[in-house]
């Protein structure tokens, strides 16, 4: 998981979603809010809402692929903070995200927030009191605004996620938690794809390097390089360059084509 570019909206959708966000915060109770919220995202298959999709495909990584697992199509409008927890947040831009039903179907409205330094889950159950939740710092990792590499670390021998050595109590139990309630390691499909990524990667490395040799000529080495940021899973390819030195096979590669550590941009 990649810390996401930024994107904004055209005035039009801009508009639509404020004029949205007004009218459920217009509701005078906190749970009348939440059903606003929810009403009024059933308009989320409506014209007005083409362009946020095409502005949040535009932001996804691959080939629309999903901004937690990048491995399946994004085609679902997330809500990082969870509009049935924060309404007030329902129709926020900064809040939503593209992920795939695989992802975004279990995070549901999973969220947890820290008190007293320890985790605590948010999240309503079915008959539960519709009262606001705990106020608290999130545990969850934030992609529009946060780099998960500053917390996470892709083992690239067990493709599994792991939180990154170092790290401070509060932000280790971040890690895990998102690690968690993401899934990122427990569907093995997705173990599966990021061992087939890294040989793909790994194998567009080795050719970029001969084909840099053989003196193939800049324009077509730098598309190639823009090819390799352009797939799927691209953390493992930012794995392969931050752990360079601990893979010896990669290194050696690297060492002779230095360029591809910085991006080539789109
Ligand atoms: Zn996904």
Request: overall charge positive.
């Amino acid at each position: 998981m990649l810390k996401m570019n930024n994107g904004t909206l055209d005035d039009t959708a801009n508009t639509y979603l404020t004029m949205n966000q007004s009218d459920v915060d217009s509701k005078d109770t906190y749970s009348d809010q939440v059903a606003r919220g929810k009403e009024l995202w059933k308009s989320k298959h409506s014209a007005q809402f083409k362009n946020i999709r095409l502005k949040l495909d535009s932001l996804c990584v691959g080939k629309r692929r999903c901004n937690y697992c990048e491995d399946s199509v994004a085609d679902e409008i997330e809500h990082i903070k969870p509009k049935d927890l924060y309404p007030s947040l329902a129709f926020v831009w900064g809040n939503y995200l593209f992920a795939c039903g695989n992802c975004n179907g279990p995070k549901s409205n999973l969220f947890a927030v820290f008190n007293n330094n320890e985790v605590v889950e948010i999240s309503r159950k079915r008959n539960d009191l519709v009262i606001s939740p705990l106020i608290g710092e999130d545990v969850f990792i934030n992609p529009r605004v946060e780099n998960p590499l500053e917390f996470l670390i892709l083992d690239l021998k067990t493709m599994n996620f792991i939180s990154k050595p170092g790290l401070s109590d509060l932000n280790k139990k971040r890690a895990q938690y998102t690690i968690k309630i993401l899934k990122l390691n427990t569907r093995d499909f997705l173990v599966e794809a990021r061992k087939e990524a890294f040989n793909t990667y790994r194998d567009a490395l080795q050719v970029y390097v001969t084909d840099k040799r053989n003196g193939k000529n800049k324009a077509d080495l730098l598309k190639r390089q823009k090819e390799m940021e352009s797939r799927q899973h691209p953390t493992i390819w930012a794995e392969m360059r931050r752990q360079r030195v601990r893979y010896e096979g990669i290194n050696k590669f690297l060492l002779l084509a230095p360029e591809l550590l910085t991006s080539a941009g789109s």
